[in-house]
């Protein structure tokens, strides 16, 4: 758990790091990790991304898992990816939410470690969060978001590091592990629009 948190935080901060070559019309960074171990991240700026099972890797519109190299990938990760099948489909919606939809038959899960976290409760009252078949549901709300980031910054000390992780969205594929980290196929989407209202705030809050 502290892992995944401190994983959480250095990802947000290279975020911000390259955040002046980040063009506007891009809407979420997607990282693709087996086990604890980055193979692929990518750019989203399509209406709608699908993470699928090919091996198609990334090409704008859809990223193939199975398209990226990782020379310590061992044969259990290579055996759960070839099971991932036609996968999601990934959508901002106009206000900032990130709607998924599960099209193929392996199974997606949708990890969750924050207390707080802006996953809508829709998904958080599924079994273990797993997604239903071809049902479109909000992986980011938006609304929770800003009540959860308004509520922060009420506090005598607002903790920024505990808005800033909620922009991360966490799903893996095929086999559901205690420890995300422990996947051997998962992915973290950052929603780059949550991020930028938070430096809108930023710029009128001291933090």
């Known amino acids: 758990m502290v892992q995944q948190r401190k994983l959480y935080k250095d990802h947000i901060a290279e975020v911000f790091e390259k955040w002046a070559n980040i063009e506007d019309e891009i809407w979420a960074k997607v990282i693709i990790l087996e ?3 980055r193979v692929a991240k990518a750019y989203a700026r399509a209406p709608v991304l699908t993470l699928n099972g090919s091996e198609d890797g990334f090409d704008g ?7 990226f190299d990782n ?6 990760v290579k055996e759960f990816k070839a099971q991932i099948g036609a996968g ?3 959508k901002m919606g106009d206000n900032g939410d990130i709607l998924v939809k599960r099209i193929g038959k392996g199974n997606i899960y949708i990890k969750n470690i924050l207390e707080e976290t ?9 079994p273990n969060g797993l997604l239903e078949l071809d049902r ?6 938006m609304k929770k978001f800003k009540q959860n980031m308004n509520r ?3 506090r005598q000390y607002p903790d920024r590091n505990k808005i800033e992780t909620q922009c991360i969205s966490t799903l893996a594929f095929v086999k559901n592990e205690v420890e995300v980290l422990d996947s051997p196929i998962w992915i973290m989407i950052i929603n780059i629009v949550a991020l930028e209202m938070l430096g809108g705030q930023n710029a009128q809050t001291r933090w």
């Open 35 to 37: 086990r604890n171990r």
């Open 71 to 76: 020379p310590m990938r061992d044969h259990k």
């Open 88 to 90: 999601c489909k990934l």
């Open 118 to 126: 802006a996953v809508s409760n829709e998904i958080l009252k599924l």
């Open 61 to 67: 519109f859809k990223i193939g898992v199975n398209g």
């Open 136 to 141: 479109a549901l909000k992986l980011f709300d």
């Open 152 to 154: 922060e910054l009420k």
